[in-house]
Each structure stands twice: as C-alpha cells, then as structure tokens.
C-alpha cells in the first residue's frame, strides 16, 4: 500500500478537511483514503492508495496525483495556519528593537500586504509564488519520503518561503516608519496652525488646470496670486508643486473654515487626507455650487481642445 502519513502537533481536523476538499476533486481518477491514527500521545494522518493491487504503473500514477493533491492541501493550510505566526516570530526576532504597540501594527501591515487587501497585481503574483514554493518543496521532500513532520518541515524545510516573509516584513517595517513620519509631520504642522491666529475667516479652494488650484476669500474674491506669491518668489519655475504650495499657503492663513470645491477633481487623494489632518473641524466638502460646476465645465472644456 503507498501512502503519506503526516504527522501533526495539533487538531488534525482542520487538516483532514483541507486534504478531503483537495482530493475531491480528484476522487475519479484515484481511490483513496484519509483517516487520523494517534499512538503515544502523537496525532498522524495517513493519506493512502486504497488499491490492493501490487505497485504498477497505473498505482504509482496514482501515487503521484495524492502526492500533488495533499502537497496542495497542505500549501493551503500551512498558509492559513502558520503564516501569521511566523510573520510575528520574523517581527519579535528582527526588530525587537520596537515595542511591543509598533510590533503589532508592523504585523498588522504585515498581514495586509500577504493578505493583498488593496488588490495590488504585484502582490498577487507573489502570493502564487509563495504557494508555489510550499508545494514544490513538499513534492520534492515526499519524492524521497512518504513520512513527514508539518511542524519541522515549516520550520527547516522552506527557507525559500520564509525568505520571502522576510522581504513582506521588511517592506511592512518601511511603510510603518513613513507612515509614522507623516504622522509626526501631520502633528507639527498642526501646532504651526494652532499657535498662529487665523488671518482670513474663510478660504474657499477650487481645482485648476494642472494641479494647480485657485484660492477665493469670504466674498468669492480670488486671493490666489496673495497667498502664494512669497512661495513662488523662492523657488525655480520647474520646482513648483502646486500640491506643496497649496498646504504652505492654507497654513500661513490659518483660515478659521476651508471650504474645498469641485473635490472629485483632486488628483492627489492623499491631499485632501493631509488638509482634513492638519486642519481638524476646519474643512467642509462643497457637495456642488456655482464654484464647483465652473471646475468641471472648464475641466470639460479643456479635455475638448
């Protein structure tokens, strides 16, 4: 009779069921047998060819297809079930110098990006690849051994796949510490606005033409060239960011309420975040006025030239 036996440290169920969801799939092709033997206080579960037949070329192509199928159940399981752990093991190891409040949200950025919770291509391409490592290293370790240890063979057996969590943890590390940056960005720039008194009551902010934008007073008067004028006056043509200069500017004024237009035409998300951020209770979104459909229709109009 050939089989795998597997032998595990914990509740075999979840396992079995992984490896019974994957052979179904399979169960007209091969007969087959899952079941779960303890002796001495250790759990095993033994995958086998239900054929009595002696070992032939039709039973060794059906050892081959349960090698693939359990190799498949097993990659799913050691994914759902060691990966978080051993991205936290990575974490406490290499980067103990963080407390124990920043481990955690390095883990939990960690986990988004395995997870690829913003759908990024990229990362879905290395969730193929790590799934791919798993079982060619369980194909290759089953070629020479029917008897496998799941806690050792993740333990010393996938480097490759761990080396690849490392990659995730640093990548998870570097967004931590910008994200922390920007915090500590966003907190300065608020005390810069606190501690000065407001110089305008309101500054109403309008899209323009590329990335530039148009800042009216109380009275819809335009202020624009007012507010940014010193800015410009200090820096090259080709250096301007009309995204830089638009927050030096609402900063400077520390108006008592922005008002932002015509909103949808932002092309950067992240500074609408970034003025609602420094400026807290201050911004209102204009859901549509005159000021925002002359946005649009002359957005509309520039596309048509």
Request: aromatic share 8%.
């Given at each position: 009779m050939q089989?795998l ?9 979840d396992i079995?069921?992984?490896?019974n969801?994957?052979l ?8 087959y047998t899952v079941?779960e033997?303890n002796?001495?206080n250790?759990t095993?579960?033994?995958c ?5 037949k002696?070992a ?6 059906s050892y081959?297809?349960l ?11 050691i994914?759902?079930?060691?990966e978080e752990?051993?991205?936290s ?11 124990s409040?920043?481990r955690?949200e390095?883990?939990?950025i960690?986990?988004?990006i395995i997870?690829n919770?913003d759908k ?5 391409l290395?969730q193929?690849?790590?799934r791919?490592i ?10 020479s ?16 796949y761990?080396k690849?969590?490392e ?7 570097d967004?931590?510490l910008?994200e922390?940056e920007?915090?500590e ?20 902010v ?5 990335s530039k934008?148009i ?6 008067k ?5 507010c940014?004028?010193e ?5 090259s043509?080709g250096e301007?960011?009309?995204d830089?200069l638009?927050?030096?500017?609402l900063i400077?004024?520390?108006p008592?309420k922005?008002v932002?237009h015509s909103?949808g035409?932002?092309?950067?998300k992240e500074l609408?975040?970034t003025i ?5 209770g201050r911004?209102?979104i204009?859901?549509g ?8 229709t002359?957005g ?6």
């Amino acid at each position: 009779m050939q089989y795998l036996c597997i032998g595990v440290d914990e509740s075999a169920d979840d396992i079995i069921q992984h490896i019974n969801n994957e052979l179904k799939k399979v169960k007209n092709k091969i007969e087959y047998t899952v079941k779960e033997v303890n002796s001495d206080n250790s759990t095993s579960i033994i995958c086998s060819i239900a054929e009595d037949k002696p070992a032939n070329e039709k039973s060794a192509h059906s050892y081959n297809i349960l090698m693939l199928h359990v190799a498949n159940a097993l990659a799913d399981f050691i994914i759902g079930h060691y990966e978080e752990k051993l991205i936290s093991r990575i974490i406490n190891t290499n980067y103990c110098y963080f407390n124990s409040v920043e481990r955690k949200e390095i883990l939990s950025i960690a986990i988004r990006i395995i997870k690829n919770e913003d759908k990024n291509f990229l990362n879905s391409l290395f969730q193929i690849r790590r799934r791919n490592i798993i079982i060619r290293k369980l194909l290759e370790y089953f070629e020479s051994s029917n008897s496998l240890i799941l806690d050792g063979f993740v333990n010393f057996r996938l480097k490759d796949y761990i080396k690849d969590l490392e990659e995730i943890v640093e990548k998870a590390v570097d967004e931590f510490l910008m994200e922390r940056e920007y915090r500590e960005f966003i907190r300065l720039l608020k005390y810069f606005v606190e501690i000065q008194d407001p110089k305008v009551e309101v500054i109403h902010v309008v899209v323009g033409f590329e990335s530039k934008y148009i800042l009216l007073d109380e009275n819809r008067k335009e202020i624009t060239k007012d507010c940014i004028q010193e800015f410009i006056d200090e820096i090259s043509e080709g250096e301007i960011n009309y995204d830089d200069l638009l927050v030096s500017s609402l900063i400077t004024m520390a108006p008592r309420k922005i008002v932002l237009h015509s909103s949808g035409l932002f092309r950067n998300k992240e500074l609408l975040e970034t003025i609602k951020n420094v400026f807290p209770g201050r911004v209102i979104i204009c859901n549509g006025c005159e000021s925002c459909m002359a946005a649009v229709t002359k957005g509309e109009d520039k596309k048509q030239v």
